[in-house]
């Protein structure tokens, strides 16, 4: 039996959905390794605290609260220095972190300072012994790989949005903490957060993602499926690397082998090829809808449901069949 | 400026990759490998980093077999000055086993900077350029699609999800390059020809004993057959149909 | 390759390719190739599939030669790349060369043509010869492109016989010289800066007079037109040149040609890059036909899964591997000083002809789409025409080596 220490990430003072999904994979990782304790660190500014009862609901039996203007930006050097310490005291068993940008980035910090291995972006995993045992994609998600690690204690991050966050509620016990080193003298200082449209979901969040790609002919026609995806009302808007680089739309918009990967419960692709390298970023979405001109396209081998025609054509009519789908 | 930039051989990725018949790892036979996109990347930086101020070096250090040689020649022929090959053949998911060799060829280097591609596409770790740092003591940005060096300070923007940050860092440092921030040049004949001349030092290496290891390997479950439920906007109800009681996603 | 051999043999089976746009390597040629000829290699295929293949199916169709990829070539080495590097050139082996001709003729053959004739034809008569002032004055500038240059030898009515060239050069008493007559089916005519262009110094049949002379196409009474109305090699500048009283100086004469046997030797050159270059339109439709024979789904399964469709697949690659083996053996012949023109006859011919019937089958094999614009096989198959007949036409060839053979002569 050993406690699980999870790193709860939030943003602008507030928990992100990835959070819950740990707090929930480090329940799962308590239970499997003989029934420990979930303890989950939350940091921030001043006031973030009153966001720990979201993580009790959740499966937290503590809540470790970091309050700290040194923590109003993401402190990685203050933040790893502190979960390391915290980590090495022997109280835990496993550290578990979400597999983000954040999360990926504190987590190697961590397993380097404690001179123990990681298992990064897990979609899976059980506990033998005290080792986790967890699939990890490699090779472009197109192998996965069943690692095993065991260390004192045992590293690992979870991919977003294959933990869904489960309610299992405790009692809200928080605790303060404090960093092990002042946070103001990283030497790395955040000194902007630019969000983006704080509107719109996350792809990582969106249960329904509308992308397009070349055959919708001009960065203006993305409003189509913007439309569709204000008529599905839960959904993201993604992009093809080929018109991220032409600037049609952000690059933190990209899916993809080297963007973004994604696996929502429906993913809609418009004007997309299928080429290879965005296939890699969305091939593990649950139902895959694809609208081309082309009925060759490669795009068509994975789509469960494919139509041949103008996505241009296509979307608006799909947009009205949506609202009135959702209106009855 | 002395710039270090660590690259990978990895496969070409556009193959269907096939399992041993003891599913222990990916069949290698006849696949082709190049240097990890991400690290091409990093590659470009340190170039135009140097270019930029006129004078200095990029060095490349890659950890991989003998064979890796011709990546570092082409990361020569892009444009670096030099490269180190710590061979071994031992093909390791265990980040903390390649960053402390790669820390221990870095560490006297001197470098202003030590670049890294964010991930490599073969082992998806994504730690590597973290865990050096920590072991090198050096400050690290990771995701860096936007990057500015000042002197003795940088400031760079990291890619989250749906937003950034902007940071501000001492050198030396060590970061991780992610898509966006450039597209590397190819290199051409004439630095084809003269990467053959450059020095390329093969140094024998051996790891650490692994504290991850792979207990096996699997293609993902195939996705099974779909079908094309008709043509242009006609289709549109059949699928909105299909969506609501087949997939039940609507 | 998309290969998966039958289980029972214990061969291992090889990783099949998805949609990529390079197939594998079935008899692992890179194997006999240097590291740094695979270097090049892949660097030049780069080049190709970000800035020549996403336009030169509309370049084709607009008949365009793209001029502005020009600069990037030359900056990258492309041209006159085996010449030694005091001259500002990439001093590379002939493999090396072949290799870059195949991955430009992968893009088109229009293409490759122009780096062909820009380096085969052009810099390498004013390198073999030219004096060493004309060298450094022009050959620099020639790799840079900063000079474009042709090559006038062909003749409206001698194209297989050039021996019977009606130009003409006369010498004028301070030695400078007086061009007449026309050339044609000239490709870069239009884009020219300089042409070197071959004419007889005596009247008579007799071929020894011919000699080699730099002409630059401002020149007074030099005009060049363009040749409308083709159906191949559309993305390429084909011309017709006509010299009235074009006057040029005494060191415009390249000083060391001399018969007939000097424009023959440029064309062996440019025809030892052409065996290589054809190579590469063949692999960019046999590519072509495995994706689109794996991927078009009919009665039921790919038809790539049909016999016949099987059949001219293996024909194709069985073809296509015989071809480079003959390319590489020649260019390592070459480089060791070794190679004979009949043995470049044998290449080009052979790997011209195979070319055009993987072109013209994948044509085939794509059915209807075969004809678009949007997929290759078409432009390549248009194209091989050309090929099939410039430099030596397939028949000529036939004839060469027949000599060669027999030691009679067939010509006449």
């Given amino acids: ?328 | 400026m002395k710039i270090a930039v660590c690259i990978k051989r990895v496969p070409v990725m556009e193959v269907k990759f096939a399992i041993t018949a003891d599913g222990s790892r990916y069949e290698e036979t006849g696949l082709k490998y190049d240097i990890n996109d991400f690290d091409l990347w990093a590659i470009e930086a340190a170039l135009q980093l140097k270019e930029k101020a006129g004078a200095g070096s990029v060095h490349v250090v890659c950890l991989g077999p003998n064979a890796a040689q011709e990546q570092i020649r082409k990361a020569m022929a892009m444009g670096a000055d030099s490269g180190v090959l710590l061979e071994s053949d031992v093909r390791t998911y265990d980040g903390l086993t390649v960053a402390r060799a790669l820390a221990a060829e870095l560490k006297d280097g001197g470098y202003d900077l030590i670049l890294f591609g964010r991930v490599a596409v073969d082992s998806m770790n994504q730690m590597t350029g973290p865990m050096v740092a920590e072991l090198l003591d050096l400050p690290v940005v990771t995701n860096v699609f936007k990057l500015d060096i000042n002197g003795a300070t940088g400031r760079a923007e990291r890619v989250l999800e749906g937003a950034s940050e902007v940071v501000e860092f001492p050198l030396p440092a060590v970061l991780t390059i992610d898509d966006g921030l450039n597209k590397e040049r190819l290199p051409s004949l004439k630095g084809i020809m003269a990467a053959k001349k450059k020095p390329l030092d093969v140094k024998p290496t051996s790891l650490g004993a692994p504290q991850v290891t792979v207990r096996s390997m699997a293609l993902p479950a195939e996705r099974s057959a779909g079908r094309i439920v008709g043509e242009g906007a006609d289709a549109v109800p059949e699928l909105v149909r299909l969506l609501q009681t087949e997939a039940k996603v609507l | 390759m998309a290969t998966t051999l039958d289980p029972v043999t214990a061969v291992p089976a090889l990783p099949s390719v998805e949609l990529t746009a390079h197939a594998g390597d079935l008899f692992n040629i890179d194997a006999a190739l240097t590291e740094e000829e695979r270097a090049i290699r892949d660097t030049v295929r780069a080049f190709v599939d970000e800035k020549i293949l996403p336009i030169i199916g509309q370049c084709y169709v607009d008949g365009r030669f793209p001029k502005e990829l020009i600069p990037e070539m030359a900056e990258m080495g492309l041209l006159g790349s085996s010449l030694p590097e005091e001259y500002g050139c990439a001093g590379l082996s002939s493999v090396a060369y072949g290799l870059i001709m195949q991955e430009l003729e992968r893009g088109d053959s229009g293409i490759r043509s122009f780096a062909s004739v820009q380096g085969a034809l052009v810099m390498y008569p004013i390198f073999a010869f030219g004096s060493e002032e004309q060298r450094r004055t022009y050959l620099p500038r020639l790799a840079k492109a900063e000079l474009i240059g042709c090559f006038g030898l062909t003749e409206s009515d001698h194209g297989s016989n050039p021996s019977g060239m009606t130009t003409r050069a006369r010498e004028q008493a301070d030695g400078s010289w007086v061009i007449n007559g026309g050339k044609m089916w000239i490709t870069n005519g239009n884009m020219s800066d300089i042409a070197i262009v071959w004419a007889k110094t005596e009247d008579g049949e007799s071929d020894k007079s011919i000699r080699g002379f730099i002409v630059h196409t401002d020149t007074p009474g030099f005009s060049v037109k363009e040749t409308k109305g083709k159906l191949s090699l559309r993305a390429s500048v084909t011309s017709e040149l006509v010299f009235e009283d074009v006057h040029v100086a005494a060191n415009a004469l390249l000083p060391n040609s001399g018969g007939l046997k000097s424009p023959l030797m440029c064309l062996t050159q440019a025809r030892y890059g052409i065996a290589w270059g054809v190579l590469g339109a063949a692999l960019a439709c046999f590519e072509e036909a495995v994706s689109y024979a794996k991927n078009r789904v009919m009665f039921d399964r790919p038809i790539g899964g049909f016999q016949i469709q099987q059949v001219r697949l293996a024909d194709m690659l069985s073809e296509i591997v015989k071809g480079q083996l003959v390319a590489l053996h020649l260019g390592r012949l070459k480089d060791a000083g070794n190679f004979t023109p009949v043995q470049v006859s044998l290449a080009k011919r052979n790997n011209v002809n195979i070319a055009t019937e993987a072109a013209r089958e994948t044509r085939r094999l794509l059915g209807g789409n075969g004809i678009l614009a949007e997929y290759a096989a078409m432009r390549h198959m248009a194209n091989l025409e050309s090929v099939y007949t410039y430099e030596g036409t397939h028949d000529v060839h036939s004839l060469i080596i027949g000599q060669a053979i027999t030691g009679l002569n067939a010509f006449k």
């Fill in chain 1, 1 to 328: 039996m050993a406690n699980v220490l999870v790193f709860a990430e939030s943003r602008a003072g507030e928990l992100r959905k990835v959070a819950l999904e740990a707090v929930t994979a480090g329940r799962k990782l308590a239970e499997l390794s003989g029934g420990g304790d979930v303890h989950v660190v939350l940091a921030g500014a001043a006031g973030i605290g009153a966001k720990a009862g979201a993580l009790a609901a959740h499966g937290a039996d503590k809540v470790l609260v970091l309050e700290d203007a040194g923590f109003t930006q993401y402190n990685p050097e203050a933040l790893a220095a502190t979960l390391a310490a915290q980590l090495k005291g022997g109280a835990y068993g496993f550290g578990l972190f979400s597999g983000t940008s954040h999360g990926r980035d504190l987590s190697p910090r961590v397993a380097a300072k404690l001179g123990v291995g990681l298992v990064p972006d897990l979609t899976g995993f059980t506990v033998e012994g005290g080792a986790v045992v967890g699939q990890h994609p490699i090779n472009n998600a197109k192998v996965i790989a069943t690692l095993v690690l065991e260390g004192t204690p045992t590293l690992l991050s979870v991919r977003p949005a294959a933990f869904a966050p489960l309610a299992d509620a405790r009692a809200l016990v928080t605790e303060a903490m404090s960093s092990a080193v002042d946070p103001t003298a990283s030497r790395v200082k955040v000194i902007e957060l630019k969000q983006g449209n704080t509107d719109k979901i996350d792809l990582n969040d969106a249960p329904v993602i509308v992308a397009g790609g070349r055959g919708l002919k001009a960065a203006a026609n993305f409003s189509l499926c913007e439309d569709l995806a204000d008529a599905f009302g839960n959904a993201a808007v993604g992009a093809t690397r080929a018109v991220t680089d032409d600037g049609w739309r952000p690059h933190s918009d990209q899916i993809g082998q080297t963007g973004r990967n994604v696996s929502p419960d429906l993913y809609i692709a418009a004007g997309i090829s299928g080429a290879i390298q965005h296939l890699a970023g969305m091939r593990t979405s649950r139902t895959i809808v694809a609208i081309n001109k082309d009925k060759d396209a490669p795009i068509f081998k994975i789509a469960d449901y494919g139509i041949v025609g103008d996505a241009l054509e296509v979307l608006p009519v799909l947009t009205a069949a949506v609202k009135a789908a959702k209106a009855s």
